[in-house]
């Protein structure tokens, strides 16, 4: 922003107290005038005195007169025309009422007000010796649109900000002069009924002045430019650089914004392609608008795969905003959000979309502008709002709001349908193809060869395909287009006897008809420590496949989410060789199976005929009791006190949660790459507890210094965060997940900005009520049935899971949370 030098002087300013007249009656003599007002206390009114002139106008015994009594810039007493107080000409009248200020007061604002805001910049009026650098409204616009972009006279838009702007004036003694605001008025229909008015951009306002009284009114002829003053708006001629009587040297003061998109934006053609897929819904009349719910259902009523829109890119956004022609109206979007902190303009909560995005992929722009004493998203911890946009910019409301004066309109939008992940092939397999068509390919080796890697015509024959074609519908004269065939990397060992492995840590056994649970049974008859084999990299991938006789298929003990792969405790898998086959839709959730070195998606629960690959893992050596960290270990950690009415954690450290670490670690070179801390902790529960199969709760407590971390947790509930996210509260599961050490519960914190190890506590029993952890989040909850639900539960709910799956969550110092559900 470019920037003028300019300075702010702040100087004591006398401001009228009390107006009176002791006499209305009148005074022959100006210094009878001058006892009159001092008799009583007072001192007679400057000509130019903040509020004088409504003071006379509602009062009509002093209107009514032709002239009255007041002083100069000199203090000297002088004869004023009432009508517009200035000095009258000629011959004095034989007698006239004083106006008296019934004491003077020295204004000593702060002036602190007058810079709170960057998008706001004042500039008073000029002294007397600077008055030839006042500036008409041309020029005071001139002066603003200098600032930068988007910068050009204040437009008020809400009581709010008139509200704000009487607060200043007040705070810079300011409230007597009269500033240029960037409204216009034309064609005056009488005095005190206005014409049209516009804002500078030549909009329609949002927001109607408080005109004095009888303004606006033409008054000097063509009024058309606006000034506000004591709160008060009047007509004035565009040319004046002056207040009051020229000659009296008495300057004007203008006041500049930076205008947000909505104020100044102009209409433009719509993109008729995109918005095929897209519509605006504008009620225009109060009681049309609707609730986030009726607008959802208004949108999915139009037909298939309709919804409320959910702009996952900036530009699809922008094309939303472009599609909105510039209406001050409000839109609902088809997302809500869940805040943690009561923190205003802190994006730290959980996120719902209606097409099933997830935080990442919903695109925000908060509005920081209207309401700027409390910028989106204001937040209401455990509270789920939902989404609209104005203009360009978004906010967070209560999703049943309708609008009254204000109805809410609403975009929908048309979704591809979803992928029901069939092949796209008449029959696919990992080996062959048959093709109903050619489509558009000239011939069989180009159709097979469209089909993916390594795929081509096949010319051979066989029982198995020619089974195949039969179970289809195909034999004698009816044929498909195509037999497709690919080169798998295990073909050379088709037909190949299958070879059992038996090795202290690795097993493979088969062939036979295995789904996933059995193949699971067969390797844990080997024993403790035995399951299906985990593979994790590219070097264990080839030891393994190098055992491997014939071209089978094989159980291992993965699982996967559209194309990631998880080991048993969800923990995500780098290596992940999917057959390279286009046909093969890798969607949705499932098992994995093996075949010559490559995955693929497989029914959990079908059998199929099938190998199984099983390994050893050895038991892990369990930790003793000493080998915890000592209670109350870290000094950063602030006491913990109990609030009134909220159950106290166990307070032995004997009978508590005890923490060991397992490992810590250091990444990062605090140059190109920030400096992580991060570790494995294991939290040890009291036997006494486990045997009881009592629920339990444990607080995990890092120091205020941590704002940034991931945490993953397998067989225990994350209930909320707390206190900026360094206070973690989780729960013992209603089920028991262990395979080894059911007093252990391990976690692993990553990510850490500083090297922090928590301290724990302990207690017997779920807690629940998030006001015993963090004050602020009170408001009226209560326990049992009707207690109102954490941040956790009413988001995940709102996404369609289940709080009992989230075993990973992330976040940051900027208050972004990402949560995950364990797999199975």
């Not at 190098?546 to 998880?566: A, D, F, P």
Request: hydrophobic share 30%; charged share 25%; aromatic share 10%.
């Amino acid at each position: 922003m470019v920037k003028r030098d300019f300075v702010k002087l702040l100087l004591p300013a006398v401001v009228a107290g009390e107006f009176y007249a002791p006499d209305t009656r009148g005074y022959k003599e100006l210094s009878d005038a001058v006892t009159g007002c001092e008799e009583s206390d007072g001192t007679i009114s400057r000509a130019d005195e903040a509020g004088l002139q409504n003071y006379i106008k509602s009062h009509k015994n002093l209107s009514r007169k032709d002239y009255l009594i007041l002083v100069d810039d000199n203090d000297e007493p002088d004869w004023y025309n009432s009508s517009d107080l200035t000095k009258k000409k000629g011959k004095r009248p034989k007698k006239a009422p004083a106006v008296c200020s019934k004491a003077d007061a020295v204004c000593e604002g702060t002036g602190e007000l007058q810079n709170s805001y960057e998008r706001y910049q004042f500039y008073p009026a000029p002294t007397k010796e600077d008055f030839a650098t006042s500036k008409n409204y041309t020029a005071a616009r001139e002066s603003c649109q200098s600032l930068g972009d988007n910068w050009d006279l204040m437009i008020i838009n809400t009581k709010r900000e008139w509200t704000f702007l009487k607060e200043v004036m007040d705070d810079s003694c300011w409230d007597h002069e009269a500033w240029w605001i960037g409204f216009k008025e034309y064609d005056t229909v009488a005095p005190g009924q206005r014409g049209s008015l516009t804002t500078v951009f030549s909009k329609e306002p949002e927001w109607e002045p408080k005109w004095e009284t009888d303004e606006p009114n033409d008054a000097q002829g063509v009024e058309e430019c606006i000034r506000y003053r004591l709160g008060d708006f009047n007509d004035a001629p565009c040319s004046k650089y002056w207040s009051g009587v020229k000659r009296d040297e008495i300057g004007m003061g203008y006041v500049c914004e930076k205008h947000n998109y909505i104020e100044s934006c102009e209409p433009v053609a719509i993109d008729s392609e995109f918005m095929e897929n897209y519509s605006i819904h504008e009620p225009k009349n109060a009681g049309e608008g609707k609730s986030w719910d009726d607008a959802r259902a208004f949108c999915q009523a139009k037909g298939a795969n309709w919804d409320l829109a959910v702009p996952n890119t900036e530009a699809e956004f922008d094309k939303l905003v472009q599609a909105t022609q510039c209406s001050w109206s409000r839109f609902w979007l088809g997302a809500k959000y869940t805040a943690y902190t009561d923190e205003v303009a802190v994006d730290y909560g959980l996120y719902y979309a209606v097409d099933g995005s997830d935080e990442a992929q919903i695109f925000r722009r908060w509005d920081k502008h209207t309401n700027w004493e409390s910028p989106d998203p204001n937040n209401k911890p455990g509270v789920t709002e939902c989404i609209r946009m104005r203009g360009d910019l978004m906010n967070d409301q209560d999703c049943s709001v309708s609008g009254k004066d204000k109805p809410h309109g609403w975009i929908c939008e048309l979704s591809e349908p979803e992928d029901p992940c069939e092949p796209t092939m008449s029959l696919v397999g990992d080996r062959y193809a048959i093709l109903n068509t050619l489509g558009d390919n000239r011939n069989k080796r180009a159709a097979c060869s469209a089909v993916g890697d390594g795929w081509g015509v096949y010319e051979d024959s066989s029982d198995y395909v020619t089974a195949l074609l039969a179970a289809n519908g195909y034999s004698g004269d009816k044929q498909p287009a195509a037999v497709c065939e690919r080169a798998v990397p295990c073909a050379n060992q088709d037909g190949a006897t299958f070879t059992a492995v038996d090795e202290d840590d690795l097993k493979i056994i088969g062939l036979g008809n295995y789904n996933k649970a059995s193949a699971k049974a067969a390797c844990k008859n080997y024993g403790s420590g035995w399951n299906l084999a985990i593979i994790n990299d590219e070097r264990e991938s080839k030891e393994i496949n190098r055992k491997l006789g014939g071209c089978y298929n094989y159980w291992i003990g993965m699982t996967h989410s559209e194309s990631i792969v998880y080991d048993e405790v969800s923990s995500m898998i780098g290596f992940a060789p999917w057959a390279p086959i286009n046909t093969q839709k890798i969607c949705g959730s499932g098992c994995v199976t093996m075949r010559g070195g490559e995955y693929y998606s497989a029914d959990c629960d079908a059998e199929i005929e099938s190998a199984v690959v099983c390994e050893y893992t050895p038991p892990v050596e369990n930790k003793k009791d000493e080998d915890c960290l000592p209670c109350k270990h870290n000094a950063l950690i602030r006491p913990w006190h109990s609030i009134a009415g909220c159950s106290k954690p166990v307070d032995t450290c004997e009978e508590s949660a005890r923490l060991q670490i397992v490992d810590q670690w250091k990444i990062g070179n605090g140059k190109s790459r920030p400096v992580r801390y991060g570790f494995v902790g294991l939290i040890k529960i009291p036997q006494s507890v486990i045997d009881s199969k009592q629920q339990f709760s444990v607080l995990i407590r890092f120091s205020p210094k941590v704002n940034h971390g991931h945490f993953q947790l397998w067989n225990m509930n994350f209930w909320n965060f707390y206190n900026g996210g360094y206070e973690v509260l989780i729960h013992s599961k209603n089920w028991n997940t262990d395979l080894h050490d059911k007093t252990s519960i391990a976690f692993v914190a990553e990510g850490l900005n500083v090297n922090d190890i928590p301290e724990l506590l302990f207690w017997r029993s779920h807690q629940r009520r998030h006001q015993c952890f963090q004050p602020s989040m009170h408001h009226g909850q209560r326990t049992g049935a009707d207690q109102p639900k954490s941040a956790f539960e009413l988001a995940i709910e709102n996404h369609g899971g289940d709080i009992s799956n989230v075993s990973r969550v992330r976040f940051n110092k900027k208050g972004k949370v990402i949560f995950k559900g364990a797999r199975d």
